[in-house]
């Protein structure tokens, strides 16, 4: 059985969920992903070799000449569709008409707000009607019908409790390989010296810096902290980018900023931070979202620092710390109770590592996956 995954773009992160669950799903099925370009694979992914990646150049002139390009590259006898966008659930929906396959809906955001933002009612109401907008397939008006035609899908799957209780369906965490992400495979000392940070305790964030990830907070953190050798570390930085420039800026002190870095190097880059920082800011996006990177950092024994936001209490319940979002004084304190108890740090990041295996690795989540693909295929 093929399982082909659509997703919205094979050019920036909406790939990297559609990654995860190729992964997944490959050791039952034959997987492959196909999506539009817009310059290229993403970065980080841009070497693998072990997903078959397929993808037509996005042309928003002639947009519906590219979505049906796309759908001949569609082989699947499961089309799993990554996100609510006319570009990947739309096309999914018009194949699985044409062909009677089964389909499959994966949301891991609030796509809609990440749309809309904090609009006005004026500003949506002529967003939603302005027909210029028409060809661009990610307008607000076309994610909120393929919002409305959800019921199509055969199954669905989410990342959050949050998600769950909007649209249903089955939580599939950003499950992780743990044996590829094993902390006795890279010591912290060597990636350190490799990446310049010998004898520096690392505070890390990485992922895309944006305001609802609360970056600066951890970095107000750091800079309040007197001790010379604690360094915030900031990975991931479009340095084209307004925001990671004014953090690079502002920080430039206290902290380093590495750009997006390759999938393959993640277990080395992550391993050299003695704790990591997931900030995250009480939006309605980002309660909506469950961060990929702490399960990065449980699975590599990693101590954690989350904000009461989203699942992260969940996920990190007896195995890192949560403080209050938006609270880079709380940060600090939890930042000098782990540099001051080893014992402390190195017992929470057995139970990470050991809760990690046991709910979010590959192992786990995808014999749920497996489920899912047969009772919508065999039904």
């Known amino acids: 059985m093929k399982i082909t995954i659509i997703t919205p773009l094979v050019s920036n992160n909406c790939l990297g969920r559609a990654y995860i669950l190729a992964q997944m799903l490959q050791k039952y099925f034959d997987t492959e992903i196909v999506g539009f370009s817009m310059g290229g694979i993403w970065e980080p992914l841009k070497e693998v070799e072990d997903i078959k990646i397929k993808s037509v150049p996005?042309?928003?002139?002639?947009?519906?000449?590219?979505?049906?390009?796309?759908?001949?590259?569609?082989?699947?006898?499961?089309?799993?569709?990554?996100?609510l966008y006319l570009v990947s659930?739309?096309?999914?929906?018009?194949?699985?008409?044409?062909?009677?396959?089964?389909?499959?809906?994966?949301?891991?955001?609030?796509?809609?707000?990440?749309?809309?933002?904090?609009?006005?009612?004026?500003?949506?109401?002529?967003?939603?009607l302005d027909p210029r907008r028409l060809q661009n397939p990610f307008s607000p008006i076309y994610t909120l019908l393929m919002e409305k035609l959800r019921y199509l899908a055969d199954a669905i799957t989410v990342s959050s409790r949050f998600l769950q209780k909007k649209y249903g369906g089955t939580i599939i965490p950003h499950a992780r390989d743990t044996d590829w992400l094993n902390p006795s495979k890279y010591p912290p000392e060597k990636a350190k010296k490799k990446y310049g940070l010998e004898g520096k305790k690392v505070v890390m964030f990485y992922g895309t810096p944006r305001p609802h990830k609360g970056v600066e907070d951890m970095l107000d953190a750091v800079c309040q902290i007197e001790d010379p050798s604690v360094i915030g570390v900031v990975g991931g930085v479009n340095k084209k980018d307004p925001y990671c420039r004014y953090l690079m800026e502002k920080y430039k002190e206290k902290?380093?900023?590495?750009?997006?870095?390759?999938?393959s190097t993640l277990p080395e880059f992550v391993s050299m931070a003695d704790v990591v920082v997931i900030p995250q800011r009480k939006t309605l996006y980002a309660m909506a979202q469950v961060p990929a990177k702490v399960f990065d950092a449980m699975a590599m024994a990693k101590p954690v620092i989350a904000t009461n936001v989203s699942d992260l209490p969940h996920i990190l319940e007896g195995c890192g710390i949560i403080v209050p979002p938006e609270c880079p004084e709380e940060?600090?304190?939890?930042?000098?109770?782990?540099?001051?108890?080893?014992?402390?740090?190195?017992?929470?990041?057995?139970?990470?590592?050991?809760?990690?295996?046991?709910?979010y690795s590959y192992q786990v989540c995808r014999k749920k996956l497996k489920e899912i693909m047969e009772k919508v295929l065999y039904k």
Request: aromatic share 10%; with cysteine.
């Open 331 to 359: 940060i600090k304190n939890a930042l000098i109770k782990i540099f001051g108890d080893k014992t402390f740090v190195r017992k929470m990041g057995i139970r990470a590592r050991r809760k990690c295996i046991e709910n």
């Open 58 to 83: 996005l042309d928003r002139k002639h947009l519906w000449r590219s979505i049906k390009q796309l759908m001949e590259m569609i082989e699947g006898d499961v089309i799993y569709a990554s996100k």
């Open 255 to 263: 902290a380093v900023f590495f750009p997006v870095q390759p999938f």
């Open 89 to 128: 659930f739309g096309v999914a929906i018009l194949q699985s008409l044409k062909t009677s396959r089964p389909l499959v809906l994966d949301i891991d955001d609030l796509d809609i707000l990440d749309i809309m933002g904090d609009a006005s009612w004026l500003k949506r109401l002529y967003i939603y």
